[in-house]
């Protein structure tokens, strides 16, 4: 995971960022692996994620996975 946003009120989201297109499923089957860890620990009481996403450095579009994984092309993110 390279970032998880955590809010005060117990909401998060994680991030995977990779450079390409051909690396997009391995972020979405990683994002995926800890959204299931986290659901399956019952002590840590967590919410499930807002959001899960790839950031990718060169990708033709944005879209959402089957899984509900976003895929955001970097080129998208602007000031």
């Known amino acids: 995971m390279d970032a998880i946003i955590e809010l005060t009120d117990g909401r998060w989201a994680a991030i995977e960022i990779k450079l390409s297109e051909d690396k997009v499923q391995k972020g979405v089957d990683s994002l995926m692996r800890l ?37 955001v092309p970097a080129t998208c993110l602007t000031a």
Do not use: C, I, W
């Open 35 to 71: 959204k299931k860890k986290a659901q399956q620990n019952p002590a840590a009481r967590n919410h499930d994620p807002e959001f899960l996403a790839v950031l990718v450095g060169r990708t033709s579009m944005a879209r959402r996975t089957p899984e509900g994984v976003y895929v």
